[in-house]
């Protein structure tokens, strides 16, 4: 009878036991399929918890080095585990959240007991609910921004709607430089990064 082996033989360190993280790894898979629910109610655009969490990420490590004061390691690491519990939540809209509750701090508590690094995981949790330091105000600037960057790409495809909830999230950001960064955004195009003034692009010879 044969028996199912590993396709690497791996010998760990006696005193290793991984098996916490291990699962952690895969519960991250979660958030990549995972939706974010709001844009059903949009009615255009779509992503993942994981697609959104990727670039509020990057985008609150360049509000963090912007800044010039904030700590760009603390604002990468509470952008990347804000949403980690919606992994055992869902994402709830804000219509759901009128019906539903999710018992976010019991999922964070969970799986924080099960972290090597879960009193680290439970720190940043309470810094990014309180929004009281430059850092969690940033991470939140930048929970906004990725919204508002989508809306701004729906609303240039033609949905009206987008307009409307573009004017609800401006209304959440709390930094200056968020606010400046949000108005860039509003007066860019979608398309410009890789449409304004690349026409040599275009004219291209070889097909």
Known sequence: MNSKKPLVRVIPPEDADHKGIIN????LGMLKKTPRSGYQFLGSGKESVADHSYRVTMIGYSLARLSGIADPFKVVC???FHDVAEARTGDLNYVNKQYVRAYEREA?????GTLPFGDDFRELM???RAAETLEAKLAHDADQLDLILELKEQSDLGNTYAVKWIHHALKRLETNLGKEIAAEILETDFTDWWFEGHDHWWNRQDG
């Open 108 to 112: 964070i508590e969970d799986l924080a």
């Open 24 to 27: 952690f790894f895969f519960e």
């Open 126 to 128: 309470r810094e990014y």
């Open 78 to 80: 509470l952008c990347l």
